[in-house]
Structure formats: structure tokens, C-alpha cells
């Protein structure tokens, strides 16, 4: 299974940016999907997530209202589609991969089982 992250920059607050996961070695209509961010020096946190039918779509407070996450099932890939970046939404944005992942467990770093290398979103004031 390999997870490919791409489509982070550099970008003005209010501006947006959308992210991929290209997903190889799995069927992403039956995995959780989720995104999650991992600012310097801090933790690795949740920002969204697919449940493995697809069918509940989970977001961190945060980012309500100006993320979201979909897919291309033919493509087998996941986005994240950031609009009205904030200053403190810079982190490395990484995509993670659960086919095992409970809906309980959707905001969770323990609950998937691959990741992506990361990519880096800076958002400047």
C-alpha cells in the first residue's frame, strides 16, 4: 500500500489550496480515509475524515465550514479542499489509510494503518 501527498504551497491567508492523496494497493471505497496536520513542534492532529463505507464524513472544529473531503473512487485518490486559509492552519498535511477503521476511531492517528509522506501547507499573514 503506498499513500502520495501532494498539492501543498505557499499561500495568502483567505486563499486556498487543494490537496491529493493518491492511494495505490487498496480500494478506497472500503477504507477510511482521513487527513490530518502536524504543525512544528506540536502533535500530529485530525482534520478530516471518510468512514470505510463512505458514507459519514467526520471534520475537526477547526476547520467546519471551510474544508472538505472527497474522493474519485476510478482514480482511487482523496482531497482536501482548503478554502480560507488561516495562519494557523500551516502545518505538514499528512493522508492517512484505515480499511480497518472504526467510526469511533475516524479522528484518531492510531486508528489507520498507512501513511503518506506529508506535504507542507504555509499560510502567511
Known amino acids: 500500500v503506498q499513500l502520495q501527498a501532494s498539492g501543498g504551497g505557499l499561500v495568502q491567508a483567505g486563499g486556498s489550496l487543494r490537496l491529493s492523496c493518491a492511494t495505490s494497493?487498496?480500494?478506497?471505497?472500503?477504507?477510511?480515509m482521513g487527513w490530518f496536520r502536524q504543525a512544528a513542534g506540536n502533535e500530529r492532529d485530525f482534520v478530516a475524515a471518510?468512514?470505510?463505507?463512505?458514507?459519514?464524513?467526520y471534520y475537526a472544529d477547526s476547520v467546519k465550514g471551510r474544508f472538505t473531503i472527497s474522493r474519485d473512487n476510478a482514480k482511487n485518490t482523496v482531497y482536501l479542499q482548503m478554502n480560507s486559509l488561516k495562519p494557523e492552519d500551516t502545518a505538514v498535511y499528512y493522508c492517512?489509510?484505515?480499511?480497518?477503521?472504526?467510526?469511533?476511531?475516524?479522528?484518531?492517528?492510531?486508528?489507520?494503518?498507512?501513511w503518506g509522506q506529508g506535504t507542507q501547507v504555509t499560510v502567511s499573514s
Open positions: 471518510f468512514s470505510r463505507s463512505g458514507g459519514y464524513t
Open positions: 494497493g487498496l480500494d478506497i471505497r472500503r477504507t477510511a
Open positions: 492517512a489509510a484505515g480499511p480497518r477503521t472504526i467510526q469511533s476511531s475516524l479522528g484518531s492517528s492510531r486508528g489507520y494503518d498507512y
